[in-house]
Nanobody, 123 residues
């Protein structure tokens, strides 16, 4: 059973910072792309940031320059550093592991999700 264990959410004032963490097993982490999604009330889940096993990153436009995704291969952990937070960043944030090839997906599975962590930006 693959688990993605998230931590780091909470309540922060506008302009503040938070760092989310997501740990998983080494067998998954070293060959899967890792990402962070978020879902606000009444909205669809959206991709916030992702990082491939090789370290390439991409971000949704609304967080570029404020959020940074990174991965620590020694700890099998992916991080999302969130700076200059805005009220519109308020959402449940989910960690995702996505198979980068069809071969891996067939053997180990397409996608895995964390349980979600609440991020609330409010004064």
């Amino acid at each position: 059973q693959v688990q993605l264990v998230e931590s780091g959410g909470g309540l922060v004032q506008p302009g503040g910072s938070l760092r989310l963490s997501c740990a998983t097993s080494r067998s998954i982490f070293r060959i899967y792309a890792m990402g962070w999604y978020r879902q606000a009330p009444g909205k669809q889940r959206e991709l916030v940031a992702a990082i491939t096993a090789g370290g390439r990153t991409n971000y949704t436009d609304s967080v570029k320059g404020r959020f940074t995704i990174s991965r620590d291969n020694a700890k099998n952990t992916v991080y999302l550093q969130m700076n200059s937070l805005k009220p519109e960043d308020t959402a449940v944030y989910y960690c995702n592991a996505h198979a980068e090839t069809k071969h891996v997906a067939t053997i180990l599975g397409d996608d895995y999700w964390g349980q979600g962590t609440q991020v609330t930006v409010s004064s």
